[in-house]
């Protein structure tokens, strides 16, 4: 239930965790498709694929303090006709791993899961507010400056 209360108190003392802050991407392409797949997309999206457009693309800028964690992501749905901004809080539970809750530009809220793959690797899971389902599941990569 953490959509609807307030998150838990970690489960063993926080040691600052490299991942749990800065910038992280993903960026996931269409590749490879069939003639008959390309054949079978909108004008719109052979066009994006000719330009090796991402299909979806996400960023992440993230801060962290004391175990607690905040920031902005930016979602991109299929070369970025539609575009998800919103904010999110979470709060460190482990070494590696991190709990809380997204706001959507399109309103609602979605439950969040951070783990740290290394310091320059972070997967996010997000689940529906009933945690019934997977949204997205993906690792992210720091991005260098």
Do not use: W
């Not at 926080?14 to 800065?22: E, L, Y």
């Not at 392409?29 to 719109?44: I, P």
């Not at 997204?102 to 979605?110: K, M």
């Not at 439950?111 to 997977?134: A, H, M, P, W």
Request: glycine residues 8%.
């Amino acid at each position: 239930q953490v959509a609807q209360h307030a998150l838990p108190t970690p489960i063993t003392p926080i040691k600052n965790t490299g991942c749990f802050h800065g910038a992280f991407s993903y960026e996931d392409y269409l590749q490879d498709l069939t003639k008959e797949e390309y054949d079978n997309l909108g004008s719109y999206f052979q066009e994006m694929y000719d330009q090796k457009a991402p299909y979806n693309a996400v960023g992440l800028d993230m801060t962290q303090e004391k175990g607690k964690i905040s920031g902005n992501i930016s979602v991109a749905f299929r070369y970025a006709n539609r575009l998800d901004d919103g904010e999110f809080t979470a709060r460190q539970m482990s070494d590696t791993q991190a709990i809380g809750r997204r706001e959507s530009s399109f309103g609602g809220t979605t439950k969040i899961l951070f783990t740290c793959v290394s310091d320059d690797e972070l997967r996010i899971s997000t689940f529906d507010t009933q945690g019934e389902s997977y949204l997205f599941n993906m690792v992210m990569t720091r991005q260098k400056l």
